[in-house]
């Protein structure tokens, strides 16, 4: 049976997890927030989009409850290539991490403002970098090893 051992870097994969949790912790104090200053009860996930265009603040709840959503339902995919591509490259994907991690505090921070158009700043574009090196990098990784494996 194959062994494998871990690059002598790897154990700063350790710091771009730090920070998602940190990101995760910023979402949810936004949405708490926003949340008490609309006064939107739970389990309320989103007021309606008539209650939001009358109130400025449901808006910003709306608008922060979204952006922490939209981070939930992409950071599955992204931790995984993270995860994958780190065995191999732990400092390259603690980078590409790190750089889609700085990029979604730019998309919160737009974004909670209560203005959806504010959550495409630069920043959070140029985080699809990140992202793109993540699923290269697996890819690549995910290729080459397994032509090793094949041939």
Known sequence: MASFTLP???????????????????Q???VMKARKEAGV??????????????????????????AHGNTLENIP???????YFSL????????????????RFSYTAGYSGGNPSGRMSLLYKSSYIGLL???LGSAYVAITKSIEILL
């Open 8 to 26: 002598p870097a790897f154990p700063i994969v350790g710091l771009p997890i730090v920070g998602a949790m940190v990101l995760a912790g910023y």
């Open 133 to 135: 090196g993540l699923f």
């Open 88 to 103: 191999f490259h732990p400092k390259l994907a603690s980078v590409f991490f790190t750089h889609w991690i700085i990029g």
């Open 28 to 30: 949810s104090n936004n």
């Open 77 to 83: 995919y992204v931790l995984g290539m993270f995860g």
């Open 41 to 66: 009860k739970y389990p309320t996930l989103y007021v309606s989009e008539a209650e939001a265009n009358a109130d400025p603040k449901k808006m910003r709840f709306n608008c922060a409850q979204r």
